[in-house]
């Protein structure tokens, strides 16, 4: 006999059967979408998705309905991820939504994050390559369509906050099949024109169907190579897309890119009159200094007595070049002394002063004869004296005993 189990039991038993089967723990379900309630007061969503053969039972709780951003209702055709189980208390298995997205938006976000990694691998997103913005453009180009609210939004803040620019208008299709192509030849043109010094492409918010263009690969690579600084201002702040990615700088709002692209003109006229009143201080601080110095040397001893500076000064003046003549004569006076003490010793050791007194030198081929063992009986010599020399013939030679 099986044992008798309470309704609660088996509905929680059934529940773990469900719970515990790994193919239900995550899975998208398509279907449509009917009897659709936001229940305000807890911020949970309750619907029933169904198809042309069967339906089931979903709800979404707040924590997750919260991240929902489109506007559900009945008749949408959606994907819904989540998992399946039973709600014990009335016994009916239903689906637990966690997220939920129109059914062509499901598409596109997969082809977004293939792109999107694909552009990534390739490097078309790092921060190395973004071109900085010109902090005083003379010309912004825009790009976006002529009858959105973004154009008029972007001009009014601009003309507000920097109207010493000039605006480029050059209206695109910003949605459907056309619109990615639009975008690039008119960014072609743009560049070539070489106009711009900054451009602004982007529209206001919208579906992700709408905003689809922005996601071309050929467009993104179009703005990755542009000359120009390139600022993408697609949809709202929750929006992103392959442009913000690749662009030079990414805007939440086109409003908020027109902010980035130029400066605020009261700033800049209070940063510049902030700057001329410190300009000005400095130089009545600088003038006022100089001019107290410049007073307190024309009030100054030399200038008031400028006879008795130059007085003092020509006595001290005459007082040095004596000392200077007197250091000179007492310098060549010592200079002479020992110039002539020199000569003295010189002229004692000089074979001329030996000449002078009486002596004569022997010579033989230019050679001095500086021995009589020397000489030879009948051999010419010349000798050297005081006054020139004579040329003499050896007679006789006589050695005295002295010598040896």
């Given at each position: ?75 949408m ?12 208390k ?20 997969e ?13 078309l997103?790092k ?73 602004i ?42 442009c ?16 980035l ?33 410049l ?15 130059f ?35 010189l ?56 010598y040896?």
């Open positions: 006999m099986p044992s008798v189990l309470s309704v609660k039991q088996l509905n929680l038993y059934v529940r773990s059967l469900i719970e515990g089967d790994p193919r239900l723990a995550y899975v998208k379900v398509e279907g449509e979408i009917s009897n659709f309630k936001n229940h305000y007061a807890s911020g949970h969503l309750y619907f029933t998705l169904k198809d042309n053969d069967a339906l089931i039972k979903c709800v979404m709780f707040k924590s997750n309905a919260t991240k929902v951003k489109a506007n559900l209702a009945d008749g055709s959606v994907i819904c991820s989540g998992r399946v189980s039973i709600y014990e009335d016994g009916q298995y239903q689906f637990y939504a966690d997220s939920i997205v129109p059914k062509g938006e499901g598409e596109l976000a082809k977004f994050k293939l792109i999107k990694e694909k552009l990534e691998k390739e490097g997103f921060t190395e390559f973004k071109k900085p913005l010109p902090k005083f453009p003379k010309n912004i180009a825009i790009l976006t369509s002529d009858t959105g609210a973004a154009k008029h939004d972007i001009i009014n803040v601009l003309s507000r906050r920097y109207p010493l620019c000039s605006v480029l208008m050059c209206p695109v299709l910003v949605q459907g099949a056309e619109a990615a192509q639009d975008l690039i030849n008119t960014l072609n043109q743009v560049y070539k024109a070489n106009k711009a010094d900054v451009i492409i982007g529209r206001g918010g919208g579906s992700a169907e709408d905003l689809w263009a922005f996601n071309d690969e050929n467009l993104a690579r179009t703005i990755f190579n542009s000359p120009i600084p390139v600022i993408s201002a697609v949809g709202h702040e929750t929006d992103f897309t392959i913000d990615f690749v662009a030079d700088m990414r805007a939440p709002t086109p409003s908020a890119a027109a902010e692209a130029v400066p605020n003109i009261t700033e800049l006229k209070s940063n510049l009159n902030g700057l001329f009143k410190r300009v000005n201080n400095s130089y009545n601080y600088f003038y006022n200094n100089a001019a107290g110095r007073n307190n040397v024309a009030q100054s001893w030399f200038f008031k007595n400028p006879n008795r500076f007085t003092d000064k020509m006595q001290q003046l005459d007082k040095v070049l004596d000392s200077l003549k007197n250091t000179y004569s007492n310098i060549l006076s010592l200079a002479q002394k020992n110039t002539d003490l020199l000569g003295a010793k002229n004692a050791v000089s074979p001329l002063g030996v000449l002078a007194r009486g002596y004569s030198v022997a010579q033989t081929n230019g050679n001095v004869i500086k021995n009589v063992n020397d000489l030879k009986v009948g051999q010419n010599i010349t000798l050297v004296m005081q006054g020139g020399s004579a040329e003499c013939e050896v007679k006789k030679t006589v050695k005295e005993q002295f040896e």
